[in-house]
């Protein structure tokens, strides 16, 4: 559950399955002393991680936005955390993070209003209205 609702990367699954997989042995007595408990763990997690993790995280594009360029972010759509008018700059967020942005459309930006980034100068974008060219 935690693995969904934290960007881990699919780490904590392999985890969990180390532990399954050791708690099962012990309770079909194959696990043996607690060492060995311990390192049949570590094993297998280690290994559940090098070779399902890769496959993992292409199956489910988790690894897409990071490597996108910034000026990738020109395809979004970012919602203003303020009013913003022409020319000026405010706050506004992007994929869950608020970022400074300037208002480079003729009119103003309302609060909650959806834009368009149009490109990025450093940590600033610069949007218009959705919809506006």
Known sequence: ?????????????????????????????????????????????VLSVVLFRGPLLRRFHRDDWMRRPVDALTEDIATTL????PGSIGRVELRGTPWSARNVGAGVLSKGQRCAVQRVDGLTLYIVPEGAK
């Not at 609702?5 to 194959?30: E, R, Y």
Request: aromatic residues 16%.
């Open 1 to 45: 559950m935690l693995e969904l609702a934290v960007p881990t990367n699919f780490f904590l699954l392999f985890f969990g399955i180390g532990g399954i997989v050791v708690g099962f042995l012990s309770l079909v007595d194959l696990a043996g002393p607690a060492w060995v408990q311990w390192l049949l763990f570590t094993v297998i997690s």
């Open 82 to 85: 303020e009013d913003i008018a």
